[in-house]
């Protein structure tokens, strides 16, 4: 609920604009700021004088709290009070910190019965569809690399063919969107027993066949411990004229690897180039949902529009992934209240359960996340963040929960594990098989990632105006009361669409993608 309050000014001065403040549910025990708000200001609605300054999208005290007592945003509690809090002060790290408390699980006791929802006319999109039956939403050409020490070959032969250096390069295809090499910084000094080399050869396996690449290259070294002979192994993959494999040290060095790769690149473009788009339902897609530099505004404007897109993209039969567990940690209640069975509510609560020994057993604490940035954008605690991260899944069944990289096979909502970190998050839902990104942002993140288009959602509109070279959608007018979080979740389920069909995303257009392929590596480096 939006609300606009008085300023306190002169008895003799103009009438001052109203201050602007939302509280987003009767319980709350804060409002948040839209505008900065000085000492002396009068929230009329909430009965409070402001006591400080309060920068736009903070928290301001709307009851008095004592300490240890619970702090509440969305009806639910994002921390507990350090001292003493007085209506109408800046909450914030000083007075608000993380606590222990009880969730009620209440596994599928919120379960929707989908059979009930009204028949909508199918959406399409205009997809690519590959022989097995998968549709694309681009068509790359890929560079994969086994371990660390063939990146720069990799890169070498991708850069051959890149536009902007070789205009020439692909004149003659103009149906491939492009070559690209994603390397990393892992594939040796591992258990190669272990999990974090199974997490790297699932990762790597899942783009091998991704549907947006019509054909890959997997460039290894040779002696490191990420064998490709393995890595096709352990992934059910075999050489063809669409993939293949090889390393540096069989091929006879640096030169003549590179030489190899353009060769075999130019051989497969033809087959690459021949493809046509066609109508395909909406049904084929599968879109990560990703938010970064996230502010106070977050889980108020673009968190829930692309909730409703979500819900849009749901009651068409696509697929949407929910990510970043430690971001919903604290929040994962709400989510397992939607599990269609115990079952799936229960690996939810496991990988919750996972993070925190992972965390404990590196001396680390989960509430180090948000961000300094988020801080700065007004986020707390990681409850607050968690509360509006899961915005982004909208109000449908959670259906199943898949741990990293692993192929996702459901339709409709469904978790995947991941940490919180953008490109390690989104790395890991490509690989299952996202054809889409949805990336919601307060603060400004500049990303993409190759192979998959990445839409990106701004916040508040003076974001939108600061970096609209960025940002595909202003999702500010909701709070600016010239759009509706509906509306706008319109808007962005025909966004979907139409990048599906081949529109660029403003990150896209920048070049973004390459450099954020970044797997999860959690084992031990020997």
Avoid at 61 to 81: C, D, K, L, S, W
Avoid at 300 to 319: E, R, S
Avoid at 343 to 349: A, C, F, H, T
Avoid at 486 to 495: A, N, P, Q
């Amino acid at each position: 609920m939006l609300s606009t309050d008085s300023e306190a000014a002169p008895a003799d001065a103009q009438p001052a604009r109203r201050a602007r403040v939302i509280r987003l549910n009767p319980a709350d025990d804060v409002v948040v700021a839209l505008d900065q708000l000085v000492s002396g200001t009068t929230l009329d609605d909430e009965r409070v004088t402001v006591s400080g300054l309060i920068p736009p999208g903070h928290k301001v005290a709307t009851r008095a709290v004592e300490p240890g007592q619970p702090v509440h945003r969305y009806g639910q509690i994002i921390g507990f009070a350090s001292q003493p809090i007085r209506a109408g002060q800046h909450v914030h790290t000083h007075n608000l910190a993380m606590g222990e408390f009880a969730r009620d699980y209440a596994f599928s006791e919120g379960v929707c019965d989908m059979s009930s929802a009204p028949a909508v006319e199918p959406a399409t999109f205009d997809g690519i569809v590959r022989a097995d039956g998968r549709v694309a939403t681009r068509n790359y050409v890929g560079i994969l690399t086994s371990v660390n020490c063939s990146a720069t070959v990799a890169r070498a032969i991708a850069d051959h063919f890149r536009r902007d250096i070789h205009p020439d390069a692909l004149a003659a295809f103009p149906n491939v969107d492009g070559v690209v090499a994603l390397t990393h910084g892992a594939g040796c000094a591992v258990d190669p027993e272990g999990e974090a080399l199974s997490i790297l050869q699932r990762t790597l396996g899942g783009y091998a066949v991704h549907p947006n690449f019509a054909a890959v290259l997997v460039i290894g070294l040779g002696c490191e411990t990420n064998q490709i002979s393995r890595l096709l192994d352990t992934q059910g993959l075999t050489e063809h004229a669409r993939l293949h494999a090889f390393t540096i040290q069989d091929t006879g060095g640096t030169t003549k690897t590179i030489a190899k790769g353009i060769e075999l690149v130019r051989s497969m473009l033809p087959a690459a180039n021949d493809v046509r788009r066609e109508p395909m339902p909406a049904s084929h897609l599968t879109v990560g949902l990703q938010c970064g530099g996230s502010d106070g505004y977050s889980g108020i404007t673009a968190n829930p529009v692309l909730g409703a897109a979500v819900d849009l993209l749901v009651q068409h039969g696509g697929t949407a992934i929910l990510s970043e567990t430690p971001e919903i940690y604290g929040a994962e209640h709400l989510l397992t209240r939607r599990a269609v069975t115990r079952e799936v509510g229960e690996k939810l609560v496991a990988r919750i359960r996972w993070w925190e020994a992972y965390c404990e057993r590196h001396h680390a604490a989960i509430n180090n996340n948000p961000s300094a940035g988020n801080k700065a954008g007004g986020l707390t605690t990681v409850l607050e963040k968690s509360l509006g991260g899961i915005a982004k899944a909208g109000h449908t069944n959670l259906v199943e929960v898949y741990e990293y990289a692993q192929p996702v096979a459901k339709k409709g909502l469904v978790f995947m594990d991941t940490p919180g970190y953008d490109p390690i998050s989104a790395t890991g839902q490509v690989a299952g098989g996202a054809n889409l990104i949805c990336f919601t942002t307060g603060r400004g993140s500049a990303y993409g990632c190759a192979p998959s288009p990445s839409i990106k959602l701004a916040t508040n509109t003076a974001l939108w105006q600061r970096q609209s070279d960025d940002m595909d959608l202003n999702c500010g007018e909701v709070l600016d009361g010239t759009a509706r979080i509906d509306e706008l979740g319109r808007v962005l389920f025909r966004m979907m669409l139409d990048t599906a069909s081949g529109k660029r995303s403003r990150s896209e257009l920048h070049g973004y993608g390459q450099n954020e392929f970044v797997p999860w590596q959690i084992g031990a480096i020997t």
